[in-house]
């Protein structure tokens, strides 16, 4: 139960902090709907059962089973992850990575330096996010463009602040709201 209570409060309060960043991004009304499938029982269940407070809890049942029950779940209805944006090539005739629409890459980068927040707690530095992303890039199948944009953003994140990075990226989100109007 103890472990039901501390994962409900991560996973609140991390969401919350991504709620405050899209807001700052842009896509606050967007970023309202963020992770809710987390509260989901397939979810929920096995991230109190999993939780250790230092890293997602899907790292530990991918650990015991191979894979994560949760993480499937999540992905697959998360559009702000990149592993959601994926189908099938007519041409290759195999599963690819496709471009991600900014709007969702934008919640992504809220997404990772929240969850870089909650995991490092006080010891938070701007560059983490970026290190984390470096960490797993080259086993990573993501769009090449997605990728680019995503580092870009980490990159300024790191070298900038976030004051100069979320007003760049609440420009570029307007930018591109503004051609999905025409």
């Known amino acids: 139960m103890i472990k039901a209570i501390k994962h409900f409060n991560t996973i609140t309060k991390h969401r919350n902090k991504v709620i405050a960043h899209c807001f700052r991004a842009g896509i606050g009304f967007q970023g309202l709907f963020h992770?809710?499938?987390k509260y989901q029982p397939v979810e929920f269940m096995?991230?109190?059962k999993y939780y250790q407070g230092m890293?997602?809890?899907n790292e530990k049942e991918r650990e015991i089973y191979g894979y994560s029950k949760a993480w499937l779940h999540h992905k697959g209805r998360n559009r702000h992850h990149f592993e959601y944006w994926t189908d099938y090539n007519p041409k290759t005739k195999v599963n690819e990575p496709v471009k991600m629409p900014y709007n969702y890459l934008a919640e992504m980068f809220c997404d990772r330096v929240a969850?870089?927040?909650?995991?490092?707690?006080?010891?938070?530095?701007?560059c983490d996010p970026l290190n984390y992303f470096l960490k797993a890039k080259p086993r990573r199948s993501i769009h090449p463009e997605t990728s680019q944009e995503l580092e870009e953003l980490l990159t300024m994140l790191s070298e900038k602040g976030e004051k100069e990075t979320f007003a760049f990226l609440k420009a570029k989100v307007k930018a591109y709201k503004k051609s999905k109007k025409h």
């Open 35 to 37: 992770d809710l499938s």
């Open 115 to 126: 969850a870089s927040k909650i995991y490092n707690g006080k010891n938070y530095r701007d």
């Open 55 to 57: 890293r997602s809890p």
């Open 46 to 48: 096995s991230g109190a």
